[in-house]
């Protein structure tokens, strides 16, 4: 998959807690704020790569960039 460059550079962010990436990745690949429901479930999830420190904010681009309000310009 294909990641939009702004989108990236929040992975490497480190100064972004996980409130502050889910609303800013939401709004930029989609344009909407998230539900309360998808930022419990976001804020829950726990199943991350302990390989990989970004595993779960690198599964939430995709799902965004999987959804039908994301327009590639």
Known sequence: MIYDFHTLTYLSDGELSPL????????????????????EEFLADDSGDSGNPNAKRV??????????EYVDY
């Open 20 to 39: 502050e990436f889910i609303r800013r990745a939401y709004l930029d690949a989609i344009g909407v704020l998230p539900s309360a429901e998808e930022v």
């Open 59 to 68: 599964r939430l681009i995709d799902h965004l960039l999987e959804r039908e």
